[in-house]
């Protein structure tokens, strides 16, 4: 099936590892131009030459993307050596596990940041440039736990949610206007990266390419009319209907 994305220009947040680099191999695989972020440089270069082998134009920008200022440079940095910019993969770290009944404001305020505000920030840097051309794509990378949530992830838990409350009233206001633009939150289940490991994470664990395949669709040109939904990647194992 071609998704109907070929030539589009595509910025992935925290793509140099993980679920992020599976999703910009992913959409490079269907033609996708794409700038990648990152915080380590080496990771970066090495992450770039995979998925410029692909046989895309790829760019990189090292940074963090939850300091406040970082979404609008990249943004800005994306349309400048791209001219445009179709979709975005708005990515961060998870927080640290945690009791809900232990965490400190500090903790709460970074992980609000991380999880919630980061997102808030890339949509809005986003979307003149896509309202601009009548068309976008925007998918959040959250976690199964805005269904179901975990009882030690309580700062995932406890962000993501507020981010999904966001982006359920944000795609409404989308559609209302006509935009063209979609935005969604793709929300994984145990997939087999490096913050798995950290984890500690055991049992059946999803493929990262597979997962990089389902956000490439829900960027597609076919996938218009899905808007304001949690795609949860999990293999079936979340309870919550
Ligand atoms: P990962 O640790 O394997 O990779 C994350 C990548 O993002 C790394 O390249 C890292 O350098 C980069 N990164 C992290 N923080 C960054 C920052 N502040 N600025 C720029 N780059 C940054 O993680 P992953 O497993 O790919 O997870 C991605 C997201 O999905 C996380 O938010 C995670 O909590 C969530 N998630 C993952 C799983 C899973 O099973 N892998 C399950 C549920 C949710």
Known sequence: MDLGIAGKVALVTAGSRGLGRATAL????EGVRVMLSGRDASTLAATRSQVE?????????????TDPGEPARLVGATVERFGGLDIVVANAGGPPPGRALDLSDEALDAALN?????????????????RAAGWGRICCITSYTVKQPAPVLALSNTAR???????????????AES???????????PHATDRMKELGGAGVMGDPADFGSVVAFVCSAQAGSLNGSAVVVDGGSTLAL
């Open 53 to 65: 082998a692909v046989g895309v134009e790829v760019d990189v920008r090292a940074g963090d993307v």
């Open 161 to 175: 949610t507020g981010l999904w409350a966001w982006i359920k009233t944000a795609a409404q206001d989308l559609a």
């Open 114 to 130: 991380a999880n919630l505000m980061t997102s808030v920030r890339l949509v809005r840097e986003a979307l003149p440039h896509m």
């Open 26 to 29: 992913a959409l490079a695989g």
């Open 179 to 189: 935009s063209g633009i979609t935005l969604n939150m793709i929300c994984p289940g």
